[in-house]
């Protein structure tokens, strides 16, 4: 015989933890997309800074290669920068919210999944974009420098 247990229906605070809990997956590709405007916003402003300050400062020309090196890069990171702001196309079980057993590798996805997917696929981008920005920065300092 199955006991019965005696329950007591959440407390306010607990339903408020698990709704914020709730609310940070559904905003975390939101969250990535606004970095992503920020970064794209410096990924067009610093190169044209620098060729512009490069075009003024004749004194000494600097290191053809590695300013095209910096440009390289500036633009790698652009190009990562927008796959992550452009939405990609998932298969999604609209009436699936969660997966119950094993997940199928290939299958469409579950709401949940599509959430943690597409943010994953925004973090991943933007993890490559924004080092390739800095780098691009050094570089151009570099070539400047040298």
């Not at 997956?25 to 490069?54: R, S, T």
């Not at 053809?64 to 452009?86: D, K, S």
């Not at 974009?129 to 050094?138: E, K, R, T």
């Amino acid at each position: 015989m199955t006991e019965i247990l005696n329950g007591q229906p959440p407390q306010p605070a607990d339903e408020a933890l698990l709704k914020a809990y709730h609310d940070a997956i559904i905003k975390q590709a939101d969250l990535y997309i606004d970095l992503a405007k920020e970064l794209f916003k410096l990924e067009l402003a610093i190169p044209g800074i620098y060729a512009a300050a490069l075009k003024l400062v004749t004194n000494q020309p600097p290191n053809a290669l590695l300013v095209a090196a910096a440009f390289g890069c500036w633009l790698l990171a652009l190009v990562a920068t927008l796959r992550a702001l452009f939405p990609h196309r998932y298969a999604v079980l609209h009436d699936a919210v969660q997966r119950v057993g094993r997940a199928e590798s290939d299958g469409p996805l579950t709401i949940e999944e599509f959430l943690q997917q597409s943010a994953q696929d925004k973090r991943r981008l933007l993890l490559w974009a924004i080092p390739l920005f800095f780098i691009g920065i050094a570089i151009a300092a570099a070539a400047v420098l040298v």
